[in-house]
């Protein structure tokens, strides 16, 4: 299994940026996929869960009406567009899977929101 997360960076107040998570090695189109972020000394947080067929997504109560998932099963592609970012959306986003009860990380990509 194997995740690539991309599309982190620097973005000011307001602002917008869309995160992407490449998957590989599984079947991609049988496994709910979540949206993770850590900030440095905290615990990592659940942001965004999306079924397999992306009819079922559920959101953290912080970026509810803000941030949105989907999924391109064609591609093996799971997306998190972030919008209205704030200064504590700062943070290292990470996707995730659970296969066969283990769950997998990619390697993360860094979002700072700051003017």
């Known amino acids: 299994v194997q995740l690539v997360e991309s599309g982190g960076g620097l973005v000011q107040p307001g602002g917008s940026l869309r995160l992407s998570c490449a998957a590989s090695?599984?079947?991609?189109?049988?496994?709910?996929m979540r949206w993770y972020h850590q900030t440095p000394g905290k615990e990592r947080e659940l942001v965004a869960t999306?079924?397999?067929?992306?009819?079922?997504?559920n959101y953290a109560d912080s970026v509810k009406g803000r941030f949105t998932i989907s999924r391109d099963n064609a591609k093996n592609t799971v997306y998190l567009q972030m919008n209205s970012l704030k200064p504590e959306d700062t943070s290292v986003y990470y996707c995730?899977?659970?296969?066969?009860?283990?769950?997998?990380w990619g390697q993360g990509t860094q979002v700072t929101v700051s003017s």
């Open positions: 995730n899977v659970r296969v066969t009860q283990y769950d997998y």
């Open positions: 090695g599984f079947t991609f189109s049988s496994y709910g």
């Open positions: 999306i079924s397999s067929a992306g009819g079922f997504r």
